[in-house]
C-alpha cells in the first residue's frame, strides 16, 4: 500500500478501501456495494469510483458493460490495501457489523488491544477461484488433503458458502466424491482449484443441515461448584443458568468448539471445559456425527 499525496478522510478511505478489495477478490465492483455496505445513494457512491480512479488510482479499473460492473485492469496495483486475502477475509467477517470499521480510527486509547492469532494461511489463487465458484454458482475443481487423508484427492466440489470459524476459513459444498454437503478448509486445497464453467446443480437450498436450524442449550459444567457454576452463568449472561444460542445445524460444531464443548467427550478439567451442551441428543446429526467432528478437528 502506498501513500498519496493527500491525506484521505477516513469516511473515504473505508469506501475506497472497500472498493478496492472487492474489485480485487471478486472480480467485479458495483456501486450496490458501496451503497449496502456504506447507506449512501447510487449517486454518491459512483462519485466515490469516479474519485478514486480520477486521484488515488488512476487505470486501476475498467468498466466491462457485459459485467455491468468495473474489473480490475491488467495494470492493477492495490494502493489503499495490501492486496491480501486476509483483507478480504476481514471484510467478509464484518460485513453484518460496519462498526467494527470503527477499528480504522485511533482514538486516543493507546492501552487497547486487540489479540489476534495467527490465522491459517490461504493462496490467493485459491481465494480467488472459491469466491467465484461461490459467487457465480460454478463447480470447483479441485485437490484436497486433511489429517485423515494426506494424500490428496480429487473431486468436483459445488460451493455455497464461505464461513469463518475462528482462524479457520472454510467454503460449505456438494462434494461430488462422497455424494453429500461437507466443508473444506480453504488452507487444505492444493495446487490451485480451478472454477470451471459448468453451473452448480445442488445449492445451499439443497444443503438440509444448511437450511435447518438448531438451538444449543449451554450450561456450566455441572462438576463445577454451585458458586463456580454462579460465575460462569454471569460470564455468558445465562438465565436460570442457561443460554440459548441458535444457529445453522451445519455450523453447530463450530460454535460449540468455540465455546470449548466437544461432542465426543468431557474435558476432565472442568475449570477448563466450563460450559457443557445440555441438548446433544437434539440436534439430529445422526450419522453425519463423525463427519462432523472430523471438520471441526481439522481432520
Known amino acids: 500500500m502506498k501513500k498519496t499525496d493527500w491525506p484521505i478522510r477516513w469516511d473515504l478511505l473505508l469506501r475506497y478501501r472497500l472498493i478496492e478489495t472487492v474489485a480485487l477478490w471478486e472480480g467485479r465492483l458495483t456501486t450496490n456495494h458501496i451503497c449496502h455496505s456504506f447507506g449512501i445513494g447510487r449517486q454518491q457512491a459512483s462519485k466515490d469510483i469516479n474519485t478514486y480512479l480520477r486521484e488515488v488510482a488512476p487505470g486501476n479499473l475498467v468498466y466491462d458493460r457485459h459485467l455491468k460492473g468495473y474489473v480490475p485492469s491488467s495494470s492493477f496495483k492495490p494502493v489503499v490495501t495490501h492486496g491480501e486475502v486476509s483483507e478480504y477475509q476481514d471484510l467478509l467477517a464484518q460485513q453484518q457489523n460496519l462498526n467494527d ?15 489476534t492469532g ?11 477461484a ?9 463447480q470447483l475443481k479441485a485437490s484436497y488433503v486433511s489429517l ?3 494424500e490428496a484427492v480429487e473431486s468436483v466440489l459445488e460451493p455455497h458458502a464461505l464461513v469463518c470459524a475462528g482462524n479457520n476459513w472454510h467454503v460449505r459444498a456438494w462434494c461430488s466424491s ?10 487444505r486445497f492444493q495446487n490451485t482449484p480451478e472454477a470451471l464453467r459448468q453451473k452448480a446443480r445442488y ?3 439443497h444443503d438440509e443441515d444448511w437450511q435447518r436450524r438448531v438451538t444449543l442449550d449451554i450450561a456450566p459444567d455441572q462438576r463445577l461448584t454451585d458458586a463456580q457454576q454462579h460465575i460462569v452463568a454471569r460470564d455468558y449472561g445465562m438465565k436460570n443458568g442457561s443460554l440459548q444460542v441458535e444457529t445453522r445445524a451445519a455450523l ?8 470449548g464443548i466437544t461432542f465426543d467427550r468431557d474435558h476432565p478439567d472442568p475449570l ?23 471438520a471441526v478437528a481439522g481432520l
Open 130 to 138: 472459491v469466491v467465484t465458484a461461490t459467487r457465480y454458482k460454478r
Open 203 to 205: 445449492s445451499a437450498q
Open 101 to 115: 470499521s470503527l477499528a480504522e480510527l485511533e482514538l486516543g486509547m493507546p492501552g487497547n488491544t486487540v489479540i
Open 118 to 128: 495467527p490465522g491459517r494461511y490461504v493462496a490467493p489463487e485459491t481465494m480467488r
Open 272 to 294: 477448563v471445559q466450563q460450559l457443557e451442551l445440555v441438548n446433544p441428543d437434539q440436534l439430529g446429526f445422526g450419522s453425519k456425527r463423525e463427519q462432523a467432528l472430523k
Open 148 to 150: 485423515s487423508r494426506p
Open 252 to 259: 453447530a460444531p463450530y460454535v460449540l468448539s468455540q465455546l
Open 178 to 187: 462422497n455424494r453429500e454437503f461437507r466443508d473444506f478448509a480453504l488452507s
